[in-house]
């Protein structure tokens, strides 16, 4: 009964919406985003306990809140303990429940205090607790309500999917009619202006020599195409037609553009895409691309890994933190697999982001972990919603290669693997001890996709940890799936990541070096970056029928291809320099050049497939456009990689695991069976 006061009394002072200052002086925690202010919640918790008699029955309703009981205080633990039922903030049902959770919570009434999180959206007690990254503004959740009490919508056939909000268009909003019409008057005005004069007031010897030729001379069609009025006439109105059309594109571009918001401006109103999706700040792993290069005779520390031995240089420069966008999901259910594998980590391909991994994400993990596993998917920098690094500075066109965003997969798939020690630590320590915690010192199982372009970075991962025994992570699984590498089913280009710059011309930063470099970065972004930013965003934006007409040619039956999944591509469309993250990472891949020793991509194919305790699975779709695997590239990975399994999905196209998500679990299954 206290909880259901509090929540009516929530209502009544946060009735004018979530965080909003005009309680007097609420102050808006990020934290509590899409919820109510702290300052609220903890005025509604004290003045609902001093308006309860002893019997729990309402004395008084209404009544000012005191200013002195309005300031929140936190305990010495750092969580609000008011802010929870019996128990404080050791599990009891949270209280900041949105308003729509009101009913719910009647009916439940009667239940145990000790309940999960009811919803998405509903913050439990430990991540209150434990919410340092919360308070710089680092972390932010997807949930089911923006910080303004919107609620969100979710696909009918995707439920972890979210609508783009109303406010966010993907494409060109079109120009009112009114507005068009009067743009083609002016137009018109404007051309003719000496073009109607010339017409109508002129009575030149030329008009009058061609009246006569109409009438008197020439066979009709001569006459009308020698008239000098209808030549000018048809002029006139091409000269309007192109003027009218330059100034409905300036207008539209001004005025009726698509949405370009940030994603940590979407993080921060709650506004993010998925339910599953995580923006945090990321320090990548310094990963340096793996050669076959030999170590010196004095040095017995060589790792061989399998017969071609290589070496992992550690001389890779200190890693810059960006802002990164992920999905993340823990195990909810075993369903009885045999896979057990602690972590799951999957890469996306070119064009994508994680939510290309959305339909099958959740059930892969729950098949494939080992009961409280987790899986991790983020945005390779240049594609969906993770920051865009400015490419113009020293060393920012790095940060768009292979090895960066590998270690920001490293770097994630740590931070989730931490969080699951720390939350079975708790569970064996509120249980009776456990075997002693006698697993905690055991490796990992780690499972890795690629899709795609992501292939490389899901081999790359796979060949750190190898390398990186401390780490205790085993990459028991690696799955390609319609794997683009360059070699194996694209042309060879040995090597991979931008060449290094030598130390000289590192030192020479006199300024004439400077000058230049400021020259050609803005003559650049005037005669290439611009025009090539705008007609991307035109070809992709200017129609909502782009995606579905690119989607088609990549699926292998178009019939399959459903609104969500056109959705889950579109999405990334509203935010701020898509088109600069696309075109700085086709830049990095121009301008990567082989670098000495490196491995190539067949190479790491062969290095990950002769790992110990290491499987390697290849599905592809036989009607696959993009990336054609089938026929000789196939029969080539069956010859020359006998350790690999290669599976082949009859009728579909360059991404089986949407197009079918039950036939892609099922073939995975059965692959790893075998």
Known sequence: YPLIK??????????????????????????FAGFFSADAIEAAVRQSGANLNDNGVSTQEGGDVDEDDANGEEDDDGTYANFFGAGGGGGGTPAFVPCKEASFLRRRSTASTSTTSLSPCTFSTTSLSSSASLADDSFFRGGDQSQQGQQRVSRPDEPNLFEIPPE???????????????????????????????????????????????????????????????????????????????????????????????????????????????????????????????????????????????????????????????????????NGSKHKYDGIYLHHGFGASSLSWLPVFPALVDRLGSGSARGVAHDAPGFGFTDRPNADVDGGLEQYGFENNVGIGLALLNDSLSEQDAST???????????????????????????????????????????????????????????ALEGVSLPSRKGYGLKKKSSSAKESNGWVRILTRRVWIAWKKV???????????????????????????????????????????????????????????????????????????????????????????IIYGSNDKVVRIE??????????????????????????????????????????EK
């Open 168 to 334: 966010l268009s993907a494409t060109y909003r079109p120009i009112p009619l009114l507005l068009q019409l009067f743009i083609g008057i002016a137009s018109a005005l404007v051309v003719g202006r000496s073009s109607i004069s010339q017409l109508f007031t002129s009575s030149s010897s030329l008009f009058t020599q061609s009246l006569r030729q109409i009438l008197l001379v020439a066979p009709l069609p001569q006459r009308l195409l020698s008239f000098a009025v209808v030549r000018k006439a048809l002029f006139f109105l091409l000269r309007t037609a192109l003027l009218s059309t330059i100034a409905k594109l300036s207008i539209q571009e001004a005025f009726f553009m698509p949405s370009s918001v940030t994603p940590k401006h979407l993080a921060e109103r709650g506004q993010l895409p998925s339910r599953l999706s995580k923006y945090t700040v990321v320090k990548p792993v310094a990963v340096s691309a793996p050669s076959n290069k030999k170590t010196d005779a004095k040095d017995n520390e060589q790792v061989s890994i399998s017969a071609s031995s290589w070496k992992e240089d550690d001389s890779s420069p200190p890693t810059v933190p960006i802002g990164v966008h992920s999905i993340q999901y823990t195990q909810q259910n075993n």
């Open 6 to 31: 509090l929540q009516n009394r929530m209502c009544d002072l946060c009735g004018i919406g979530p965080n909003s200052r005009q309680h007097g002086g609420d102050q808006t925690d990020l934290r």
């Open 425 to 483: 630590d708790d569970a064996q320590t509120d249980d009776a001890p456990i075997n002693g915690g006698a697993n905690q010192n055991e490796a990992k199982s780690i499972a890795i996709f690629g899709h795609s372009m992501g292939s490389k970075s899901a081999l790359l991962t796979a060949l750190h940890y190898a390398s990186h025994p401390k780490l205790q992570l085993k990459p028991n699984l690696v799955v390609l799936v319609a794997p």
């Open 527 to 617: 005669f290439l970056d611009y025009p090539f930013r705008y007609g991307l965003r035109r070809v992709v934006c200017g129609t909502k029928d782009f995606w579905r007409r690119g989607l088609a040619l990549a699926w292998g039956d178009p019939n399959r291809l459903s609104d969500s999944d056109v959705l889950r591509f579109q999405w990334a469309s509203v935010t701020k320099g898509w088109e600069e993250g696309l075109i700085n990472f086709t830049r990095s891949r121009i301008l990567s050049s082989p670098a000495q020793h490196a491995l190539d991509d067949e190479q790491l194919l062969r290095e990950v497939a002769n790992l110990k305790d290491t499987k390697v699975v």
């Open 631 to 672: 026929g000789s590239v196939a029969e080539t990975l069956k010859r020359d990689f006998p350790n690999v399994k290669v599976v082949r999905m009859e009728g579909l196209g360059h991404d089986p695991y949407e197009e079918d998500v039950d036939g892609f679990l099922f073939e995975l299954e059965k692959a790893l």
